[in-house]
Protein backbone atom coordinates (compact mmCIF):
# COMPACT_ATOMS: atom_id res chain seq x y z
CA UNK A 1 0.00 0.00 0.00
CA UNK A 2 1.56 3.35 -0.74
CA UNK A 3 2.57 5.76 1.68
CA UNK A 4 0.23 8.50 0.08
CA UNK A 5 -3.26 5.58 0.40
CA UNK A 6 -2.09 5.43 4.64
CA UNK A 7 -1.94 9.56 4.98
CA UNK A 8 -5.18 9.24 2.94
CA UNK A 9 -6.90 7.14 5.34
CA UNK A 10 -5.21 8.15 8.28
CA UNK A 11 -6.34 12.11 7.42
CA UNK A 12 -9.87 10.62 7.26
CA UNK A 13 -9.80 9.82 11.29
CA UNK A 14 -8.93 11.37 14.02
CA UNK A 15 -8.30 8.00 15.76
CA UNK A 16 -5.04 5.64 14.87
CA UNK A 17 -6.67 3.18 11.80
CA UNK A 18 -5.29 -0.20 11.47
CA UNK A 19 -4.57 -1.03 8.07
CA UNK A 20 -4.87 -4.57 6.61
CA UNK A 21 -3.42 -5.36 3.23
CA UNK A 22 -4.19 -8.16 1.23
CA UNK A 23 -5.23 -9.25 -1.99
CA UNK A 24 -8.92 -8.98 -3.19
CA UNK A 25 -8.92 -11.28 -5.62
CA UNK A 26 -8.03 -14.20 -2.64
CA UNK A 27 -10.37 -16.02 -0.81
CA UNK A 28 -10.90 -13.95 2.54
CA UNK A 29 -8.88 -10.73 0.90
CA UNK A 30 -5.92 -12.92 1.05
CA UNK A 31 -6.12 -12.31 4.94
CA UNK A 32 -5.11 -15.02 7.20
CA UNK A 33 -7.54 -16.85 9.33
CA UNK A 34 -6.42 -15.45 12.18
CA UNK A 35 -7.13 -11.85 10.63
CA UNK A 36 -9.85 -12.36 8.76
CA UNK A 37 -11.36 -13.99 11.92
CA UNK A 38 -9.98 -10.95 13.67
CA UNK A 39 -11.96 -8.44 11.26
CA UNK A 40 -15.17 -9.98 11.52
CA UNK A 41 -15.57 -9.32 14.56
CA UNK A 42 -13.45 -6.00 15.39
CA UNK A 43 -13.88 -4.18 11.62
CA UNK A 44 -16.16 -1.21 11.99
CA UNK A 45 -14.70 0.58 9.05
CA UNK A 46 -13.40 0.16 5.63
CA UNK A 47 -11.40 1.69 3.04
CA UNK A 48 -11.10 -0.45 0.20
CA UNK A 49 -8.76 1.69 -2.21
CA UNK A 50 -7.62 -0.93 -4.22
CA UNK A 51 -7.90 -0.59 -8.05
CA UNK A 52 -5.95 -1.27 -11.13
CA UNK A 53 -4.92 1.86 -13.17
CA UNK A 54 -2.09 1.08 -15.54
CA UNK A 55 -3.95 1.20 -18.99
CA UNK A 56 -1.28 -1.06 -20.46
CA UNK A 57 -3.26 -4.09 -18.89
CA UNK A 58 -6.02 -6.02 -20.86
CA UNK A 59 -9.91 -4.98 -19.93
CA UNK A 60 -10.24 -8.07 -18.96
CA UNK A 61 -7.83 -7.97 -16.21
CA UNK A 62 -9.10 -4.35 -15.02
CA UNK A 63 -12.52 -5.76 -14.89
CA UNK A 64 -11.56 -8.71 -12.70
CA UNK A 65 -9.05 -6.41 -10.14
CA UNK A 66 -11.74 -3.32 -10.53
CA UNK A 67 -15.31 -4.82 -10.32
CA UNK A 68 -14.75 -8.46 -8.91
CA UNK A 69 -12.17 -6.75 -6.52
CA UNK A 70 -15.44 -4.77 -4.96
CA UNK A 71 -17.45 -7.81 -5.30
CA UNK A 72 -15.16 -9.74 -2.90
CA UNK A 73 -14.65 -6.90 -0.38
CA UNK A 74 -18.61 -6.88 -0.32
CA UNK A 75 -19.12 -10.12 0.27
CA UNK A 76 -16.13 -9.99 2.98
CA UNK A 77 -17.89 -7.22 4.17
CA UNK A 78 -21.24 -8.28 5.01
CA UNK A 79 -19.64 -10.90 7.51
CA UNK A 80 -18.15 -8.12 9.77
CA UNK A 81 -20.49 -8.07 13.13
CA UNK A 82 -19.35 -4.68 13.73
CA UNK A 83 -19.27 -2.69 10.41
CA UNK A 84 -21.21 0.47 10.27
CA UNK A 85 -19.18 2.20 7.33
CA UNK A 86 -17.68 0.81 3.92
CA UNK A 87 -15.77 3.38 2.07
CA UNK A 88 -15.21 2.90 -1.76
CA UNK A 89 -12.80 4.97 -2.87
CA UNK A 90 -13.62 5.58 -6.74
CA UNK A 91 -12.72 8.71 -9.22
CA UNK A 92 -14.42 11.61 -10.95
CA UNK A 93 -13.66 9.72 -14.30
CA UNK A 94 -16.85 7.19 -14.01
CA UNK A 95 -18.68 9.85 -15.88
CA UNK A 96 -16.53 8.63 -18.59
CA UNK A 97 -16.42 11.08 -21.83
CA UNK A 98 -19.27 13.11 -20.62
CA UNK A 99 -19.53 16.94 -20.84
CA UNK A 100 -20.93 19.46 -17.98
CA UNK A 101 -21.96 17.96 -14.49
CA UNK A 102 -22.63 14.28 -14.07
CA UNK A 103 -24.20 13.92 -10.36
CA UNK A 104 -24.41 10.81 -8.12
CA UNK A 105 -27.55 9.38 -9.74
CA UNK A 106 -26.36 9.27 -13.35
CA UNK A 107 -23.40 6.99 -12.74
CA UNK A 108 -24.62 4.09 -15.90
CA UNK A 109 -26.88 6.57 -18.33
CA UNK A 110 -25.15 5.08 -21.14
CA UNK A 111 -21.93 7.63 -21.46
CA UNK A 112 -19.03 6.63 -23.30
CA UNK A 113 -15.60 5.32 -21.98
CA UNK A 114 -12.49 6.43 -23.19
CA UNK A 115 -10.66 3.12 -21.89
CA UNK A 116 -11.23 0.02 -19.46
CA UNK A 117 -10.20 2.00 -16.32
CA UNK A 118 -13.47 4.39 -16.39
CA UNK A 119 -15.90 1.62 -17.41
CA UNK A 120 -14.26 -0.56 -14.64
CA UNK A 121 -14.54 1.77 -11.94
CA UNK A 122 -18.17 2.82 -13.36
CA UNK A 123 -19.29 -0.50 -12.78
CA UNK A 124 -17.67 -1.46 -9.32
CA UNK A 125 -18.95 1.83 -8.07
CA UNK A 126 -22.24 1.04 -9.55
CA UNK A 127 -22.12 -2.44 -7.29
CA UNK A 128 -20.83 -0.61 -4.43
CA UNK A 129 -23.96 1.87 -4.69
CA UNK A 130 -25.73 -1.01 -4.00
CA UNK A 131 -25.13 -1.37 -1.05
CA UNK A 132 -28.10 0.43 0.46
CA UNK A 133 -30.32 -2.12 -0.39
CA UNK A 134 -27.89 -4.55 2.59
CA UNK A 135 -27.51 -3.65 6.04
CA UNK A 136 -24.65 -1.29 5.41
CA UNK A 137 -24.02 2.21 4.07
CA UNK A 138 -21.39 3.41 1.64
CA UNK A 139 -19.75 6.23 0.92
CA UNK A 140 -17.64 6.74 -2.23
CA UNK A 141 -15.23 9.18 -2.38
CA UNK A 142 -13.50 10.80 -5.52
CA UNK A 143 -9.61 10.74 -5.52
CA UNK A 144 -9.53 11.24 -8.88
CA UNK A 145 -10.25 14.92 -8.29
CA UNK A 146 -6.63 15.29 -7.80
CA UNK A 147 -5.50 14.23 -11.21
CA UNK A 148 -7.83 17.53 -11.62
CA UNK A 149 -5.51 19.75 -9.63
CA UNK A 150 -8.13 19.82 -6.89
CA UNK A 151 -6.12 19.31 -3.56
CA UNK A 152 -8.93 18.39 -1.32
CA UNK A 153 -11.10 15.68 -1.59
CA UNK A 154 -14.85 15.72 -1.78
CA UNK A 155 -16.93 13.47 0.43
CA UNK A 156 -19.97 11.91 -2.16
Do not use: P
Request: proline share 0%; with cysteine.
Amino acid sequence: LSEQARRIVHAAHAREAEILEGDILDIDLGLSGAEYRRACDEVEEIHHLAALQYLGVSTEKMRRVNVQGVREVLQVALGMRKLQRLCHWSTAFVAGARSGVATEDELMVGQRFRNGYERSKAEAEALSSRLALCRLTADTLKAGLGLLGIATLERM
